[in-house]
């Protein structure tokens, strides 16, 4: 059974940072890629950021491209999304998943099970 505990989330102001984390169960985790997605109010999910199962890939959506960095530690289960120079419009509930292969779009999780997510929420 998959299980995904995202955390890290929270308020804060523009151009700030967080980092989010998120602990994976059910799956030999380093077996998978791994990726990171948002949704706002109103909106479908969307992928934010992808890592490869051994960590030496990664890709983003072009609204993040050069503000986050998303990694892994695969002894500990983890993935992280590091986010930086934060924006309003980043304001969402994130999600992280396992990665169907290969290592390209379209991101797809592996099933529909998803964790609680976490609350980013970015005011100006």
Known sequence: QVQLVESGGGLVQAGGSLRLSCTASGRTFSDYHMGWFRQAPGLEREFVAAISSLGFRTSYADSVKGRFTI???????????????????????????????????PWRAINDSWGQGTQVTVSL
């Open 71 to 105: 990694s892994r530690d695969n002894p500990k289960n983890t993935v992280y999304l590091q986010m930086n120079s934060l924006k309003p419009e980043d304001t969402a509930v994130y999600y992280c998943h396992y990665l169907r292969p290969p290592f390209t779009t």
